[in-house]
């Protein structure tokens, strides 16, 4: 009697070996995840990276040396990245130090960017810049990729796929000189100078617009804003929107809501704020916005 | 014969077809579905960004001169102690290439120095 066995056999061979490999990835040698780079961070830690490049910033005063650290971290828009992270630090209830150097960065950032000059903290020196910082980041690819060419890093050179570095350059040195820790607008306190409707139909909502002045009529960036209204509260800063002036904020209004403006925890608070309406020259109406002067005196 | 030779055959495919199989899974692995790194922690960055990561740490201590915030911030790179990744990075300055400048070395020397007599308040989590 002949026994017929089909071709089952190599099936179960296959399946054994999908298994065996599976088994050898996952459980004999896992992926070990070394030599990575600071963009493939997670996202909470992508944020202590950030912060802790602002603060060595307010250290430094290198703002070279800070961009191409944000550059590492592969964000699409770095500036605007860090503009976010510093407006929610910074609205936090109690702000920590690292909130308000994320704020200076982001300033310096978009004032570098408009051609001015960044802010300087308590007369600090200008750090002598003697080469450029370590590597950046390509486009992201698929490709696996050697480590330099010219650095002996590690023997266990794993996975790169989905990251690509490039050659990396010298690593930044500057000369470094102890600053002050930076605080938002030292001083006197600030008082409602203006307040005037603005009545443009390019505006899609209604806004309340706050620009802060110190006593020589000089923008005042870094200022706390707090809008209250019924059952809510929102905090924010001057000088993170610099292309509209350093010392420039502004809030979204809902119409038939009322609010109080006032300048940090101890400013007079200006309440009764609600959206009014403007009349165009063709006869419709649209939501006008409030702009509010405060002057330091 | 004939029928130990039928047997023998099958035995060789059998085993060709676990090689293949164990292939095909390698290539879904590395080529179909390769390994992105994502969510990663920085005790996983490569020595360069470590370094630079210790000098982050250097230049704002040198400002701050708050030791257990330096700690508290190295604490990610992980390591038995806070001096670890700091003598780590030194070592990569001082053999790499990579041209250091001597004020960067010195903050790194000074906040390693301070870090191994630096004795931690109960209340600073240690890595």
Redesign the interface.
């Known amino acids: 009697m002949k026994e017929r066995?089909g071709h089952w056999?190599?099936?179960?061979?296959?399946?054994?070996?999908?298994?065996?490999?599976?088994v050898y990835?996952w459980k004999i040698n896992p992926?070990k995840?070394?030599?990575?780079?600071?963009a493939?961070?997670?996202?909470d830690?992508k944020d202590?990276?950030r912060e802790?490049?602002a603060?060595?910033y307010?250290?430094?005063k290198s703002l070279e040396r800070a961009k191409v650290?944000l550059a590492?971290l592969g964000d699409p828009d770095p500036k605007q990245t860090l503009a976010i992270q510093a407006q929610h630090s910074l609205a936090a209830k109690n702000p920590r130090p690292e909130a308000y150097a994320l704020g200076q960065l982001a300033i310096a950032l978009s004032q570098a960017e408009s051609g001015g000059s960044p802010p300087s903290q308590g007369g600090s020196p200008v750090p002598k810049h003697?080469?450029l910082p370590?590597?950046t980041l390509a486009n992201p690819t698929?490709t696996v990729l050697p480590?330099r060419s010219?650095?002996t890093?590690?023997p266990a050179v794993t996975?790169?796929?989905?990251?690509k570095p490039t050659a990396?350059a010298?690593?930044l040195?500057?000369?470094?000189f102890?600053?002050q820790?930076y605080t938002p607008t030292p001083g006197s306190p600030f008082s409602l100078e203006n307040i005037q409707l603005v009545c443009e139909q390019i505006r899609a909502q209604p806004l309340i617009m706050i620009q802060t002045l110190d006593a020589a009529d000089q923008p005042v960036p870094g200022v706390e804003i707090i809008v209250t209204w019924e059952n809510g509260e929102d905090r924010f800063y001057t000088g993170l929107k610099p292309e509209l002036g350093l010392g420039y904020a502004d809030f979204a209004m809902t119409p038939s809501v009322v609010y109080t403006v006032r300048l940090g925890d101890e400013g007079i608070p200006e309440s009764g704020i609600t959206p009014k309406e403007c009349d165009s020259p063709s006869g419709t109406r649209y939501w006008g916005s409030w702009r509010l002067v405060f002057i330091q005196k | 014969m004939y029928c130990g030779t039928i047997t023998y055959m099958r035995w060789i495919l059998f085993f060709i077809s676990i090689a293949l199989g164990i292939a095909a899974g390698l290539y879904f692995g590395w080529v179909v579905s390769p390994v992105e790194y994502v969510d990663t922690t920085p005790d996983s960055l490569r020595v360069d960004y470590k370094a630079d990561f210790v000098l982050m740490v250097a230049e704002t201590y040198q400002a701050e001169k708050d030791l257990a915030q330096a700690a508290r911030r190295l604490a990610l790179l992980g390591g038995n102690t806070p001096d670890t990744p700091v003598s780590e990075a030194i070592q990569f300055a001082t053999t790499s290439r990579l041209p250091y400048s001597e004020v960067d070395l010195a903050l790194m020397r000074t906040l390693a120095q301070d870090l191994q007599s630096w004795e931690p308040s109960p209340e600073v989590p240690q890595p």
Do not use: D, K, M
Not at chain 1, 40 to 43: C, F, G, T, Y
């Open positions: 066995r056999y190599l099936l179960t061979g296959f399946i054994i070996g999908v298994t065996l490999g599976i990835a992926v995840y070394e030599n990575t780079l600071p493939s961070l997670r996202a830690f202590q990276y802790l490049i603060v060595a307010t250290a430094n650290r590492q003697t080469s370590a590597s698929l480590l010219t650095e890093l590690s996975l790169t796929q989905g990251i990396s010298p690593i040195s500057v000369t470094l102890p600053t820790t």
